[in-house]
Every structure is written in structure tokens, then in C-alpha cells.
């Protein structure tokens, strides 16, 4: 069982930047690993994927905004945000799972999810 453990959230105004970090501990054997968002009163959503071949997928929102790395060597999933707006106000979670379902966003296939990070953008 893989351990995640996100970082990097925080407040920041309108337009502002935040990195997000996540490492992963424990049998760390995943091929997709994924950020996904959840702001009060809202389903999760995913915003991020990467797969095993460095593959990257974003939902239409979160292009040209959001960037998506990891660092093998680190165990460390990152989630560059840039322009941020209001909406973007959630808690943010690093997760893993198959990648047919990682790949996708799709959050109820998802095998191991951290705790999550808050976000919080003032206009």
C-alpha cells in the first residue's frame, strides 16, 4: 500500500501561483498518479494526471494553467498552478490507481488518496 502525503497549499490572490507537492511512501509501484479537487458543497473533480511514460492529461480548465510532474527519484508528485482564480478554491488531493481509471480523472477508481492540501484564492 502506497502512503501520500500532499504539501504546498496556502493562500494567494487572484492570479497568484502555488506549487503543490505530494510524496508517496511505502510500495510505491504506480502508473498514473492523479490530482484531484473537492471545494465545499461539490463533487471531486480531477484537474491532473500523469502516467507512467510522463503522459499528462488535464480537464479543459485546468490547460495552459496547471502543470502536472513528477520526480521518480523523490517519490514526489507535483502540481504547478498558475492564474489562479476564486474557483479554483478547494482542497487538494494526490492520488493513484489503474491507469484506465487514473488516466481519465476518474476519481472512484482511484486506489490511494492522500489527505489532502487547502487552496484558497481572494479575489
Known amino acids: 500500500q502506497v502512503q501520500l502525503a500532499e504539501s504546498g497549499g496556502g493562500s494567494v490572490q487572484n492570479g497568484g501561483s502555488l506549487r503543490l507537492s505530494c510524496a508517496a511512501s511505502g510500495y510505491v509501484t504506480s502508473t498514473c498518479m492523479a490530482w484531484f479537487r473537492q471545494a465545499p458543497g461539490k463533487e471531486r473533480e480531477g484537474v491532473a494526471a500523469i502516467d507512467s511514460d510522463g503522459r499528462t492529461n488535464y480537464p479543459e480548465d485546468a490547460k495552459g494553467r496547471f502543470t502536472i510532474s513528477q520526480d521518480r527519484t523523490k517519490n514526489t508528485l507535483y502540481l504547478e498552478m498558475t492564474s489562479l482564480k476564486p474557483e479554483d478554491s478547494a482542497t487538494y488531493y494526490c492520488?493513484?490507481?489503474?491507469?484506465?481509471?487514473?488516466?481519465?480523472?476518474?476519481?472512484?477508481?482511484?486506489?490511494?488518496w492522500g489527505k489532502g492540501t487547502l487552496v484558497t484564492i481572494s479575489s
Open positions: 492520488a493513484t490507481g489503474p491507469r484506465s481509471y487514473c488516466f481519465f480523472l476518474l476519481s472512484y477508481g482511484m486506489n490511494s
